[in-house]
């Protein structure tokens, strides 16, 4: 299966996956919030995420994506 289609199949799931690892903390030492509205993302991030993020990488492995 083609990364593009996962993407596209699964955008809201990565999208906070992401959300998740970018506002995990609040730089005080507390539990971040996500924005409201949460990021906009596109396609190319969200490939970019799934290569450099392992927990992304394997799922979309799982998925599969042939890496």
Known sequence: MRLQTI???????????????????????????????????????RAEWINNDEGLYMWAKAEGWPG
Do not use: M, S, V
């Not at 507390?30 to 190319?44: E, K, L, S, V």
């Open 7 to 45: 993407i596209k199949e699964n955008r809201p799931e990565i999208d906070a996956a992401i959300n998740a690892e970018l506002f995990r903390h609040d730089g005080r030492g507390g539990a971040g919030t996500i924005p409201t509205p949460p990021p906009r993302r596109n396609d190319a991030e």
